[in-house]
C-alpha cells in the first residue's frame, strides 16, 4: 500500500474526524436531549457529611477533610487518641472528598517516620452514618502499617475503596523497595523511586478501574482524575453514555461532556503572532515570517521535566531534514513554567528550532489547544489554519517513511 503523504494527510483529517463524530451520534442517539442537559449550569444539593472513627491509632496525629483535588482544607478535627467524629455541614452532594490523615510510625525500623494517608469519601446521603475502617497491613513498604476505608455507603464508595486499596498496595511496593532499615539508630534511610514511574503505575491503575465501565459517578470521577481525555477520549465517551442522567448530571458527568466536545471540535484558525509568542535561549523571539517559505509549520509543545518524553521529542527532531524536503518546518514549543528550567534540560537534546512559550500567552494557548497531554504535535499552515489539532505518532511516522 502506498505511504500516506502530506498532501493526502489534511484530505483524510476531516472524515476521520467526521467518522468519530459520527460514532459518538449514534452512540447517543436518543439520548442527544439528556446530553445536552450535561451543558446546564451546575447547581449541586447541598447536605452534611459525617465519619466516625472508634478505633484507637495513638499514631495518627491529625485528620482534614480535602476537596476532590487534594487542595483546598473544608475541614479538621483533632483526633483523640486516634478517635474523632467528623461533620461538615452545607457540602456539594454527589462529589468526592478526601480525608487526609497525618500520622507518626512508634513500629520497630520506622519509628519516628511520618506517614500520610489519602481516604476518599462519596457524599451520596445527608448526614449518613460512615465509618472510618482501619485494617492491619502488613506490608514492609507500608509506615502507617495500615489500610483505611469508608463503610457505610453505597456501591459508589466500594469502588473508590477498591481503587484507594489498589494505589495504597502499589505504593506500599514501591516505598518498600526504596526504603533501608537502619535498626541501631531507629531512623530509615529512603531511596526515592522516581516521581514520573509512580505515577505512571497510579495512571495505570486509575485506568484499569475506569475501564470496568461501571455506571457510577465514581466512575466519572475517576476519569476526572486523570489527564488522559484524548487519549481514551472513545472510551470516555462509551462510559458517559452508559451513565443514568442523574449521573450525567453530576459535577464529574458535566466535566466529561465538556472535555470530550472540546476534543471532538478543536480549533480552526491560530493567529502565530499573538497567540504563539516565543523566545530561544537567548531571548530572541521567534520570527513566524521566517517559515513563510513552508507549506506547513508542525507544532511540537512539550515540556522538558517530563524526562520520560525526552527521547520522543529527540526522535521527532531527527526527523527534520526529512520533514523539511515535504515543506514542513519542525517547530519546538515548550509549555515548562520557568525559563531555567527549560534551559537546563533543552540544550542536551540538541533540538533545532527549539523555543520557550512566553508566560503570558501560555495559559491561553493551553487553553485553546487544550495541550492536556504532552507532548503534542499540531499542523498549521503558516497563515495559522489548523490543519490538525492533535496530529497521532501513526500518522507521523507515515508520514516520515514515505519520505525514505
Not at 476521520?16 to 436531549?33: D, M, Q, T, V, Y
Not at 502488613?138 to 481503587?163: R, T, V
Not at 476519569?223 to 458517559?240: F, G, Q, S
Request: with cysteine; proline share 4%.
Amino acid at each position: 500500500m502506498k505511504s500516506l503523504t502530506l498532501s493526502v494527510l489534511p484530505t483524510l483529517l476531516p472524515f476521520s474526524i467526521a467518522l468519530f463524530a459520527f460514532f459518538l451520534g449514534c452512540r447517543s442517539g436518543s439520548n442527544k436531549k439528556d446530553t445536552s442537559a450535561a451543558y446546564t449550569t451546575y447547581e449541586p444539593a447541598m447536605g452534611t457529611l459525617r465519619i466516625l472513627s472508634d478505633v484507637e491509632n495513638p499514631e495518627i496525629t491529625s485528620v482534614k477533610l480535602l476537596n476532590d483535588k487534594k487542595k483546598d482544607s473544608l475541614a479538621a478535627v483533632a483526633p483523640r487518641n486516634g478517635k474523632f467524629t467528623l461533620v461538615v455541614n452545607q457540602l456539594p452532594m454527589h462529589e468526592v472528598y478526601f480525608l487526609e490523615i497525618h500520622g507518626k510510625s512508634t513500629r520497630r525500623g520506622t519509628d519516628g517516620l511520618d506517614w500520610t494517608a489519602y481516604i476518599p469519601v462519596y457524599l451520596e446521603k445527608s448526614d449518613a452514618k460512615l465509618m472510618l475502617d482501619h485494617r492491619f497491613f502488613d506490608h514492609p513498604g507500608s509506615i502507617s502499617k495500615a489500610k483505611f476505608s469508608i463503610q457505610g455507603g453505597s456501591n459508589e464508595q466500594a469502588l473508590l475503596n477498591d481503587w484507594q486499596e489498589a494505589l495504597d498496595e502499589q505504593q506500599a511496593e514501591a516505598e518498600g523497595k526504596a526504603l533501608h532499615y537502619t535498626f541501631g539508630s531507629g531512623m530509615a534511610a529512603q531511596k526515592q523511586d522516581t516521581a514520573g514511574e509512580t505515577a505512571d503505575q497510579e495512571s495505570t491503575i486509575t485506568q484499569r478501574f475506569i475501564q470496568q465501565k461501571k455506571p457510577l459517578v465514581a466512575s466519572l470521577f475517576l476519569a476526572y482524575t486523570t489527564n488522559a481525555h484524548r487519549t481514551y477520549a472513545i472510551a470516555y465517551n462509551e462510559l458517559y453514555q452508559a451513565m443514568p442522567d442523574s449521573a450525567r448530571r453530576t459535577k464529574y458527568g458535566i466535566d466529561l461532556i465538556q472535555r470530550l466536545t472540546r476534543i471532538m471540535n478543536p480549533i480552526q484558525q491560530l493567529n502565530p503572532a499573538t497567540q504563539v509568542i516565543a523566545v530561544d535561549e537567548g531571548l530572541k523571539q521567534l520570527t513566524w515570517p521566517d517559515f513563510d517559505t513552508y507549506k506547513y509549520l508542525l507544532l511540537c509543545f512539550w515540556n522538558s521535566a517530563d524526562k520520560a518524553g525526552h527521547a520522543a521529542i529527540k526522535r521527532i527532531d531527527e526527523q527534520a531534514s526529512a520533514l523539511k524536503q515535504q515543506e514542513i518546518a519542525l517547530i519546538h514549543l515548550s509549555v515548562d513554567s520557568r525559563f531555567s528550567q527549560w534551559k537546563k534540560w533543552s540544550p542536551p537534546l540538541g533540538l533545532q528550532h527549539n523555543y520557550k512559550l512566553r508566560k503570558e500567552i501560555q495559559q491561553p494557548l493551553i487553553d485553546s489547544l487544550y495541550l492536556t497531554e504532552l507532548p503534542r504535535y499540531v499542523l498549521i499552515r503558516p497563515s495559522g489554519e489548523v490543519v490538525d489539532a492533535d496530529v497521532s505518532l501513526d500518522a507521523l511516522n507515515r508520514l516520515l517513511t514515505s519520505t525514505e
